[in-house]
């Protein structure tokens, strides 16, 4: 299990907390493209205090998305931290309190950080879509599922979780647990063998 919490991604996660001096830790992602919604974060965390939002990752809107959090006068809330190699990311997943996908149209599908991040125990925030995002994050289970391009509502999630490690722990584990049943390898693939004998059946 390449996501279980060693003793050594344990410590580089705790490199990385010490480096934000005991903040909450947001986690995002991907690719810094116009529907992952980083423009709606930067917004939300001019209303979250004592709280960091890391984004990994580059994209065609980096020194856009730099200039507006330059603007809103939240640097010491947001950081970017360009690419990352998947050991560092790995460790990031284990640092954070939350992972955060506000994703603002249907271009994301699915959201696969998504798994990387309950298989590493985070809770979940993401962005009603009407897509695979909040079939993999379930609302008040594996994490908080709120409305695209509302920064107020944004802020309000990743405050609700910030204050309550209980609902994080809690979440974490659901989300853990929802991988392993629902979206191992192993799983995925009997379903679809599954799918065809169906189709066979039937034809």
């Given at each position: ?80 931290l ?10 990031l ?24 991040a ?12 009407g ?73």
């Open positions: 299990d390449r996501f279980a919490r060693t003793p050594a991604l344990a410590q580089q996660a705790a490199a990385w907390q010490a480096r934000y001096h005991g903040q909450s830790l947001v986690l995002f992602v991907g690719r810094l493209r116009h529907y992952k919604g980083i423009d709606v974060l930067i917004d939300a965390m001019r209303q979250v205090e004592n709280t960091r939002a890391l984004i990994v990752g580059i994209g065609p809107l980096e020194q856009a998305w730099r200039a507006q959090a330059e603007a809103m006068g939240v640097t010491d809330r947001v950081t970017f360009g690419e990352a190699p998947d050991a560092e990311v790995l460790a997943y284990h640092a954070a309190s939350i992972f955060v996908l506000p994703s603002t149209n249907r271009a994301e599908t699915l959201g696969i950080v998504q798994l990387e309950m298989a590493c125990g985070l809770p979940l925030i993401c962005t009603e879509l897509t695979g995002t909040s079939y993999v994050n379930q609302h008040g289970v594996t994490g908080l599922v709120v409305p695209p391009n509302d920064p107020s509502a944004l802020a309000g999630a990743i405050r609700q979780l910030v204050a309550d490690p209980g609902i994080r722990a809690a979440m974490g584990a659901a989300g853990r647990r929802r991988v392993e049943q629902e979206f191992t390898r192993e799983v995925m693939l009997d379903r679809t063998l599954e799918l065809y004998r169906e189709a066979l059946a039937c034809s």
